[in-house]
Every structure is written in structure tokens, then in C-alpha cells.
């Protein structure tokens, strides 16, 4: 019965320690996930402007980090779980206003609407739903699988730069080392969700692994192909060299004898004007008019 007692807390303790020993490097991994817009923003600091780049990867990381915390509230023993949530609600905080600063009218205006229904209305609507309407016991269930889902939704969302990926058989717009983090995430909090055997945050996790090795499959396919076209272009540039080079000479011919030709026109020209003006003639006769000129009108 001793050993048997001795072994439970054995195991018990083990599980503690290995569920903290993945739920930090969880925290740190993540944190580094929610750094990675950084260099996007601070290009848009030197240009003053936002460009191409959209709100929403904000907004909804603003409001999935959001909806993890009150999950969190509702669990016991997740307070890794509200650190690093709390860190990226602060974090996507300062992206969507620094947004907001440097987007242009329109484009502003799309993401507060966006963010007042998501992270206000939509976010609102889960607490007053889940708190009012909802026992006890089903509130920790309902808002465990509303996070499942969404979380589902956002890890499918890298299939429209996969899909560019492929289309363009190019990897400038997937940066490989968000691909590494974001991988390296899913498997660290997959292992952390099966100790607490919470599978909502389990579940979603084996898609994220799944998209993100994909992502840096693809990456090791085209990497190279940006290299081949700059490796083209040199070779192209000269050929347009050697094609202006061989044609110059007969352009600069014929340049040549147009600039004659109306030096030529205009010292026949000077003589009949000069000579209207003596006669105070308004009208010119055809044999006054060189033959050069008329030549030159057929």
C-alpha cells in the first residue's frame, strides 16, 4: 500500500514538473511568435504608412488571446495559460494602435469596425452567454470547445499563403522562421494540453503541427526559385545590351541624315521667306517654292 502510495505521487509529481517544463518553453516560444510582426512594423514606422498589410492578423490575435484568458479564469491550474495570453493581449494591443496611427481613413475605419465587433461585440456576447445562461459546470465545457474551434480557424488560415506558395512557386511571403516557431509552439502546447489531458488545447495544436511542417516542406521546395530568376536576369540584361549595341550604329544613321535633311530644308526655307518679305507678297508661287521642298512634301 506504502509503495503503491509512493509510486502516485511519483507520478503525480513528474506529471507537475513535466506540464511547467512545457508550458515555459510554451510561454517563451510564443512570445517569440508574437514578436515576429515586429520588423513588419517597424517598416511601416520609416515609411509612415501601412501599405498592403491588413489589420485582422491583429485583431484576431488580439481576440483569441483574449478568449484563452477567460478560458483560463474558468480552468484551475492554468496560470501559464493567462502569462502568456496576457502578454500577447498587451503586445496586440500596441500592433492594432500602431495600425490604427499609420492606416490610411478607409482602411482605419474597416478595423475599429472590425474590432468592435469582434473583441467587443463577439467577446462580450461569449461572457454574458457563458455567465448568465450557462451552469457552472457546462461553462468551462462551451467555452473550452467555442477556443477549440477558433483555434481551428486560425490555424487553417495559413492555407491561403500555402496555396500562394504553390501558385507562385515562391517563399518571399512565408517567412521560414515564423514557420519554425509557430511549429515548435503546436508541439510544445500539444504536450502540455495531454498532461493537464485538456484536449482543447491539444486538439488544435496537431493541426498547427501538420500546417506548419507543410509550410517548411514547401519552403525547402521553392526556396531556390528566387535565386534561379535573379541568376536569369544578368544573362537577360545583356542580351538587351547586345541587341542596343547591334542596332545603334543604324539608328544613330538615319538620325543622322534626318538632322541633315532639316538643315538642309531650312536653308532652302530662310531664302523664300526673305524673299516674301521684300515683294510684301502673301502668296508664294510654285516655282518660287525649291525643288528640295517639294521633294521632301511627296
Not at 500562394?164 to 515548435?184: A, C, G
Not at 510684301?280 to 528640295?292: A, F, R
Request: hydrophobic residues 50%; positive net charge; proline residues 4%.
Amino acid at each position: 500500500m506504502h509503495n503503491e502510495l509512493h509510486e502516485c505521487l511519483l507520478f503525480l509529481f513528474i506529471s507537475f514538473l513535466s506540464s511547467l517544463l512545457f508550458g515555459l518553453a510554451g510561454n517563451i516560444i510564443s512570445f517569440m511568435v508574437y514578436l515576429a510582426p515586429v520588423p513588419t512594423f517597424y517598416q511601416v514606422y520609416k515609411k509612415k504608412s501601412t501599405e498592403g498589410f491588413q489589420s485582422i492578423p491583429y485583431v484576431v490575435g488580439l481576440f483569441s488571446a483574449m478568449l484563452w484568458i477567460y478560458y483560463a479564469l474558468l480552468k484551475s491550474n492554468a496560470m501559464l495559460l493567462i502569462t502568456i495570453n496576457s502578454v500577447g493581449c498587451f503586445i496586440e494591443t500596441i500592433y492594432v494602435c500602431f495600425y490604427l496611427f499609420y492606416a490610411p481613413k478607409k482602411a482605419r475605419i474597416e478595423s475599429v469596425k472590425l474590432l468592435l465587433l469582434l473583441n467587443g461585440g463577439g467577446y462580450g456576447l461569449i461572457i454574458i452567454l457563458t455567465q448568465f445562461l450557462a451552469k457552472e459546470g457546462a461553462r468551462f465545457t462551451i467555452v473550452g470547445w467555442i477556443c477549440l474551434v477558433f483555434s481551428l480557424s486560425v490555424f487553417v488560415a495559413p492555407l491561403c499563403v500555402v496555396r500562394q506558395v504553390i501558385q507562385t512557386k515562391s517563399v518571399e511571403y512565408m517567412p521560414i522562421l515564423l514557420s519554425v516557431f509557430l511549429t515548435l509552439s503546436a508541439v510544445i502546447w500539444f504536450f502540455y494540453g495531454l498532461l493537464l489531458n485538456d484536449y482543447n488545447i491539444a486538439v488544435p495544436n496537431v493541426l498547427g503541427f501538420i500546417f506548419g511542417v507543410l509550410q517548411m516542406v514547401l519552403y525547402l521546395m521553392y526556396k531556390n526559385t528566387k535565386k534561379v530568376i535573379e541568376q536569369k536576369l544578368p544573362e537577360l540584361h545583356n542580351q538587351v545590351v547586345e541587341l542596343v549595341d547591334h542596332k545603334l550604329p543604324i539608328l544613330k544613321e538615319q538620325i543622322i541624315n534626318v538632322v541633315e535633311l532639316s538643315a538642309m530644308v531650312c536653308a532652302e526655307i530662310i531664302p523664300v521667306v526673305a524673299k516674301l518679305r521684300e515683294n510684301g507678297n502673301d502668296m508664294v508661287e510654285v516655282h518660287d517654292v525649291p525643288k528640295k521642298i517639294l521633294e521632301v512634301r511627296k
